[in-house]
């Protein structure tokens, strides 16, 4: 029934846009519909006097109301009314097959390690299905994107990921590119920056959906992470300092670990504070503070 009066499926409009194609500006069909809204009240408050008693009150602002939306319409389908949908077109259209490629793809996990599983998924005829309809492309993806011509050339060895500086980059690069999807095989670990706004709104202006696929265990059994590093942004040479170090772990409770704050500035990586801390119960986050000094004209 709804296709019968509206033309498309439900399906087309929830995905779609609406849009209007007409040359004219749509400030002009706005002023438009407002002039003659206007325009019918004046006439008829103009020839109320002379109308049936019938038609007055409420019965009057309804008249008004149906002739302005008929009007509404005319002048809407005048400015050419469309709905805008996205869709892939065979063999024209590029997917841009995304595989993580740092150091922790090479953990093990139920006898092979998460790349391996990432490959063997995309060798299981997931690449040879997007290949018959669609031009792929694969890339590895660690510190920024990198073409590959093949699978067996991924080696997982980088320190970090950064996914969301990786699929801005790449929205960059392929800006003349057909480019109608980007598929993430990753397992998240290493990533040390977020997708933020700027990567979002890059794929978001080309209409570039990422579908990712992930790996590895929603938890690790045995991992120490920091959450948070809190310090004064400036202080006075030769001043003391307290870092306030959030953190939290899992499978090494009641264990000891060393804290250490460095100098990264100089090339020696100078150690400024260290002391040893007992990790609490698995998941809890722990706050510890370190003080050291620091140097020379300030920070």
């Known amino acids: 029934?709804?296709?019968?009066?509206?033309?498309?499926p439900r399906s087309v409009y929830a995905r779609g846009h609406f849009a209007l194609l007409g040359?004219?500006?749509?400030?002009?069909?706005?002023?438009?519909?407002?002039?003659?809204a206007g325009g019918l009240a004046w006439l008829i408050r103009d020839?109320?006097?002379?109308?049936?008693?019938?038609?007055?009150?409420?019965?009057?602002?309804?008249?008004?109301?149906m002739q302005t939306l008929l009007i509404a319409l005319v002048l809407v389908l005048l400015w050419q009314p469309a709905i805008i949908i996205a869709e892939l077109k065979p063999q024209q259209n590029i997917i841009a097959v995304l595989v993580d490629d740092s150091r922790s793809m090479g953990i093990v996990e139920n006898g092979s390690t998460r790349e391996a599983q990432a490959v063997k998924a995309l060798q299981g005829g997931v690449l040879a299905g997007l290949n018959h309809s669609f031009q792929t492309r694969l890339y590895r993806v660690d510190t920024a994107p990198a073409r590959i011509d093949k699978l067996e050339d991924l080696a997982p060895n980088a320190p970090s990921t950064r996914l969301g500086e990786s699929l801005k980059q790449l929205s960059e690069e392929?800006?003349?590119?057909?480019?109608?999807?980007?598929?993430?095989?990753?397992?998240?670990?290493?990533?040390?920056?977020?997708?933020?706004?700027?990567?979002?709104?890059?794929?978001?202006?080309?209409?570039?959906?990422?579908?990712?696929?992930?790996?590895?265990?929603?938890?690790?059994e045995h991992d120490v992470e920091l959450d948070d590093v809190e310090v004064a942004p400036r202080a006075l040479a030769d001043s003391r300092l307290a870092a306030k170090i959030t953190l939290h772990q899992r499978g090494y409770a009641g264990a000891k670990v060393n804290l250490t704050i460095r100098d990264v500035s100089t090339s020696q990586a100078k150690v400024l504070a260290?002391?040893?801390?007992?990790?609490?119960?698995?998941?809890?986050?722990?706050?510890e503070s370190l003080m050291f000094n620091i140097g020379g004209a300030g920070a």
């Not at 040359?23 to 407002?34: E, G, H, N, Q, S």
């Open 1 to 8: 029934m709804f296709e019968f009066f509206f033309k498309y």
């Open 23 to 36: 040359a004219w500006p749509k400030w002009v069909l706005v002023l438009l519909i407002l002039a003659a």
């Open 47 to 65: 020839r109320l006097a002379q109308a049936s008693t019938v038609v007055r009150g409420w019965r009057v602002w309804l008249i008004w109301g």
């Open 174 to 220: 392929t800006s003349d590119l057909p480019v109608g999807a980007v598929v993430l095989l990753s397992d998240g670990d290493d990533n040390t920056s977020g997708i933020g706004a700027d990567a979002i709104s890059a794929l978001r202006a080309r209409h570039i959906p990422v579908h990712t696929v992930g790996f590895g265990r929603e938890r690790a």
């Open 274 to 287: 260290s002391r040893s801390v007992t990790l609490g119960a698995d998941g809890n986050l722990q706050t």
